[in-house]
């Protein structure tokens, strides 16, 4: 099932220039991972203390999700290209992108009206996807990012999220259904995610 994890390879072709910048500058992988949790939550503060007065700050959703999506690319292709990897970088960046996903979701608690049910159940989903793909080296495969709701996916969808809900285009109730239907596909994700972890594991051993 097509994710728009197929896109990273192009996304990476497009920032590897700044990748090469920042190394220059002595810019670490470790140092992008931290800086972009911390910034996460400074984002979840902003739109929880101020969207439900002023309905357009939810346009940092979007707007962050994208700048996000890029320093997790980055810090990747520091790690990978310029001789970063670490073993404090791989639980750095497992952690800290759960952190800074879960912020984010947390965020849409300001909608007016809104219950907490459907976005406490989607953040806890979207950390169980993520859990399930890294199993997968638990079981002696590579990290699962299977979809149809891997972190880009999600990202997607609350940036939609945040446009609709900053132009009044979308209430509590819909962002209700949306985040719901969003579980339901990340209960799918998990699934795919176990299962291919399983199937790959044991095509290995056969």
Known sequence: MASIYALKAQFQTLLRPLV????????????????????????????????????MLFLLLPAWMLVRMALNAIDGMLAREHGQQSHLGAYLNELCDVVSDVAL??????????AAAPVLLFAGLAVLTEYAGVLGVM??????????????????????????????????????????????????????????????ASAARG
Request: net charge positive.
């Open 20 to 55: 090469h910048r920042l190394h220059a500058a002595g810019a670490t992988a470790n140092q992008v991972t931290l800086a972009a949790a911390l910034l996460s939550l400074a984002a979840m503060a902003v739109v929880m203390w101020g969207a439900p007065e002023r309905p």
């Open 105 to 114: 979701y947390l965020a849409l608690l300001a909608v007016p009206g809104m």
């Open 139 to 200: 079981v002696g495969v590579a990290r699962r990012y299977d979809g149809p709701m891997g972190k880009s996916d999600r990202a997607f969808l609350i940036g939609v999220l945040g446009v609709l809900l900053a132009f009044g285009w979308a209430h509590a109730p819909a962002v209700g259904w949306a985040l719901h239907a969003g579980s339901a596909l990340c209960v799918l994700t998990v699934w795919r995610r176990v299962s291919a972890g399983l199937s790959t």
